[in-house]
C-alpha cells in the first residue's frame, strides 16, 4: 500500500467523524432547557476567565461555556464520549452558527467572549436572574420554532 493511499484512508476517516463534532439540533435544545433549569433552580453564578498560558478557558456558570458537569451530562454531548464517562472529561460538542448561548449579544458559536453578557458587557450577573431565564425562554423559543419550520 502507498503512503498516499493510507493516508487518504486515514482522512476519509476523519471527514466521517467531522459532523459528530458538533451538537445536533436536539441536543442543543436539551443543553437549553437544562441550563435554564439550573438556573431557576438557583444555581449559583460563577464567571471565570483564566488566561493562564498553556490553560486558557472560559466559564460561566449560565452560559453554554460551563464547566459543570450538571450543564453536561451527556456523554453524547461531549467530544470525548469515553473520557466523560471514564474521567469526567467535560468538553461539550462544538455548536453551529445558528447555536448561540443566550448570552451573547450577537450570533454565533464560537468566539463569543466579546459579545458575550457576562464577560464583555456585564450584562448579566448574579443580580440579574429574571433577565438570563428570558434569554433562555427566548432562546428555547427559537430553538424549538427553528426545529417545526
Known amino acids: 500500500m502507498s503512503g498516499a493511499g493510507g493516508a487518504g484512508k486515514r482522512n476519509a476517516g476523519v471527514g466521517v467523524m ?56 451527556d456523554a453524547e454531548d461531549h467530544l470525548w464520549p469515553d473520557q466523560f464517562a471514564a474521567h469526567g472529561r467535560v468538553a461539550p460538542k462544538y455548536r453551529n452558527q445558528h447555536q448561540p448561548c443566550p448570552m451573547q449579544n450577537k450570533g454565533g458559536a464560537q468566539g463569543c467572549f466579546y459579545s458575550c453578557r457576562i464577560f464583555h458587557s456585564g450584562e448579566i450577573g448574579p443580580s440579574k436572574r429574571d433577565d438570563a431565564l428570558a434569554l433562555y425562554d427566548a432562546a428555547i423559543l427559537k430553538a424549538t420554532g427553528a426545529s417545526n419550520g
Request: charged share 30%; proline share 4%.
Open 18 to 73: 467531522a459532523k459528530d463534532l458538533y451538537l445536533p439540533r436536539n441536543r442543543y435544545r436539551a443543553a437549553l432547557q437544562r441550563q435554564r433549569d439550573r438556573i431557576a433552580d438557583g444555581l449559583r453564578f460563577e464567571a471565570v476567565d483564566n488566561d493562564v498560558t498553556g490553560n486558557k478557558y472560559t466559564h460561566a456558570s449560565w452560559g453554554l461555556c460551563s464547566r459543570d458537569h450538571g450543564a453536561w451530562p
